[in-house]
């Protein structure tokens, strides 16, 4: 199955610093791909769709300053959570699909963010 | 809109026990359906999947049948082992593009 890996795994960072986390589709290209998030326990919260040369489309309650989102090309995208502060602490996790329609989505590994 | 649920967790078994997990799902159209297990710390891996009605996804000994009469796609195995603790997600995609919907996860714990 195609691969979209994310980097980095595991990151620690003070309050106040960005941090970046790109995902990138290894062996297709990947029109959109979406971020999530993932408290404890419970399941994958979307944040936005990322689209290759556009604006990434955000759900509601997800704040477009704090998590800047690039798709600038189709093999990588990048979330950058700017001024993190503690609640930002979670695990995040990106996925692309090969198609539009009813394609399963391929997952990156996950990064724990952890904010000091 | 399109909704998926999932039986509450967590679910502990013993080893070579039956595994049954429910997922229905509400939905307009004819919307694919998949299974994901997610391992401590890691991502989202996809497990099987079926994308028409009566449709069958296998894999790793893991079963779910595309059920449209009863909006149903719950996942089976007849014999768990304590390599398969992990969470199990069911998830639909529809038709128009729209992007994943996932229900809210099931923890397996398997003894030995």
């Known amino acids: 199955g195609a691969v979209v890996s994310q980097h980095p795994s595991r990151v620690i960072c003070k309050s106040g610093t960005s941090v970046k986390i790109e995902c990138r589709s290894l062996d297709f290209q990947a029109t959109t791909m979406f971020w999530y998030r993932q408290f404890p326990k419970q399941s994958l919260m979307l944040m936005a769709t990322s689209n290759e040369g556009s604006k990434a489309t955000y759900e509601q309650g997800v704040e477009k300053d704090k998590f800047l989102i690039n798709h600038a090309s189709l093999t990588l995208s990048t979330l950058t959570v700017t001024s993190a502060h503690p609640e930002d602490s979670s695990f995040y996790i990106c996925?692309?699909?090969?198609?539009?329609?009813?394609?399963?989505?391929?997952f990156g590994q996950g990064t724990r963010l952890t904010v000091v | 809109g399109n909704s998926v649920t999932q039986m509450e967790g967590p679910v502990t078994l013993s080893e070579e026990a039956f595994l049954t997990i429910n997922c229905t799902y509400t939905a307009t159209g004819y919307p694919s359906l998949f299974w994901y297990v997610q391992y401590p710390g890691e991502g989202l891996q996809l497990l099987l999947k079926?994308?028409?009605?009566?449709d069958k996804g296998s894999n790793k000994g893991f079963e779910a049948t595309y059920r449209k009469e009863t909006t149903s796609f719950h996942l089976e195995k007849g014999s768990v082992q304590v390599s398969d603790s992990a969470v199990y997600f069911c998830?639909?995609?529809?038709?128009?593009?729209?992007?994943?919907?996932f229900g809210p996860g099931t923890r397996l714990s398997v003894l030995p």
């Open positions: 998830a639909l995609s529809g038709r128009n593009g729209q992007n994943f919907v």
């Open positions: 996925s692309a699909r090969l198609g539009q329609t009813n394609t399963e989505a391929f």
């Open positions: 079926a994308t028409k009605a009566d």
